[in-house]
């Protein structure tokens, strides 16, 4: 779908109920709508369902290195929203830097007059919340955003990755146990220098002490989903960030990876039509872990 500079790659599944809800899956650097293929199906049973290719990712094309950061992608976002016309209670749920993105698009929301549509609940499941380590920030930071923005260098990384182990050592460093049809999808994502320099773009223009700052201001319901074995966004140090800037937030953990809804998708799933559907926990969503 053409929108401005973006051509849109989304997937509308509709609800199989009756339903005044609109469930919004925003997947997190490097992946595209593959991550949320086995979470669909229990999802539909009782609101319609939107995964959405962010700018640079998968399928959906146009976008400028330069412009792959959170306030731009969620004005993109929001952008879409209304050209489709959104109209539904809409629940966001972002995974790792899809959190943010859709913290940032809450906070956009919550400043427009008459809004078309209500943005009610936001779900993040290993929320990317916590800041890089200083000797990123002063060392290794300022050379992404080059590296985004080089044909060259993205064209160099895309070949090494569809030739090397090195989509299948990234995958395991995750810590979950990503079946073979969803490496493949990586795979084939990390070969196309488009989606290599979308995600190197998402990496630098990620600003989390201005979203974070500006996420006080929000007043909606958020649920963060945490795994234990979580190797990429820690789980003490993000359970701080989380006390600190969303002290009313419903915190579960479970003992699964960075990807934990690609290795336990049907449990993800009714985790998140539990919240959706009921605007509080139930008993449909795992015990275990469960804490504020």
């Not at 290195?65 to 952008?79: F, G, I, S, V, Y």
């Not at 956009?108 to 809004?115: E, R």
Request: some cysteine.
């Amino acid at each position: 779908m053409p929108i401005g500079r973006l051509t849109w790659h989304l997937q509308v599944h509709p609800s199989r109920k009756p339903s005044d809800r609109t469930i919004v899956l925003l997947h997190g650097t490097g992946a595209s709508t593959h991550s949320w293929a086995d979470l669909i199906e229990v999802l539909q049973e009782g609101a319609c369902v939107l995964a959405i290719d962010l700018p640079g990712h998968g399928f959906t094309r146009g976008a400028d290195p330069k412009n792959l950061t959170l306030p731009m992608m969620a004005r993109d976002l929001h952008e879409l929203f209304l050209e489709i016309e959104l109209e539904k209670n809409v629940i966001l749920v972002g995974h790792s830097a899809g959190a943010p993105l859709a913290i940032e698009l809450a906070y956009q929301h919550s400043a427009l007059n008459n809004p078309a549509f209500q943005i009610t609940q936001i779900i993040g499941l290993n929320p990317s919340l916590v800041p890089p380590p200083a000797l990123y920030t002063t060392l290794l930071g300022p050379m992404v955003a080059p590296m985004a923005t080089s044909g060259p260098m993205t064209s160099m990384i895309a070949f090494i990755a569809s030739s090397t182990a090195m989509v299948n050592q990234l995958l395991d460093s995750t810590e979950s146990k990503v079946s073979d049809q969803h490496r493949d999808y990586y795979r084939f994502l990390f070969s196309q220098p488009s989606h290599v320099q979308g995600s190197m773009g998402f990496m630098a223009g990620a600003d989390l002490p201005s979203i974070l700052a500006r996420a006080k201001g929000l007043t909606i319901p958020i649920s963060f989903l945490i795994g234990q074995r979580d190797s990429w966004v820690k789980e003490n140090a993000l359970k701080k960030i989380i006390q600190q800037y969303f002290p009313e937030a419903q915190i579960t953990i479970w003992p699964g990876g960075h990807l934990l809804h690609e290795e336990q998708p049907l449990a993800a799933a009714k985790y998140i039509q539990a919240i959706a559907l009921t605007n509080r926990e139930t008993s449909a969503a795992p015990a275990y872990g469960r804490g504020k």
